[in-house]
Nanobody, 121 residues
Framework: QVQLVESGGGSVQSGGSLRLSCAAS????????MAWFRQAPGKEREGVAA???????IYANSLKGRFAISRDNAKNTLSLQMNSLKPEDTAMYYC???????????????WGQGAQVTVSS
């Protein structure tokens, strides 16, 4: 039901920064949990960060301190600020929305098309 569209992906050098954005449409009421996942070729989709409607956030342990998730409930947008990027961060990044607040892909109902992030050495 909810439509999600990512933007802001691209290519950066190691140590650089990117900000991903996700715009939600066809939203009725408030989305409980919004999250970012990523998937590299040959690997399973993994959780990056999630944020609930009250602004509480969770992160993958290895990413906390480098990445920051935020949302604007009035604008129905989600952002991910990515700093100190490393080549291993290279992946397709997906915006997701769902009724649970945890980093488990199977629990999310709606997904964006993905935004490619490539980090070169």
């Amino acid at each position: 039901q909810v439509q999600l569209v990512e933007s802001g992906g691209g290519s950066v050098q190691s140590g650089g920064s990117l900000r991903l954005s996700c715009a939600a449409s066809r939203v009725t009421g408030t989305i409980y949990s919004m999250a970012w996942f990523r998937q590299a070729p040959g690997k399973e989709r993994e959780g990056v960060a999630a944020i609930n409607d009250g602004g509480s956030s969770i992160y993958a342990n290895s990413l906390k301190g480098r990445f920051a998730i935020s949302r604007d409930n009035a604008k129905n947008t989600l952002s991910l600020q990515m700093n100190s990027l490393k080549p291993e961060d290279t992946a397709m990044y997906y915006c997701a929305a769902g009724p649970v607040f945890r980093l488990l892909a199977a629990e999310y109902n709606d997904w964006g098309q993905g935004a490619q992030v490539t980090v070169s050495s």
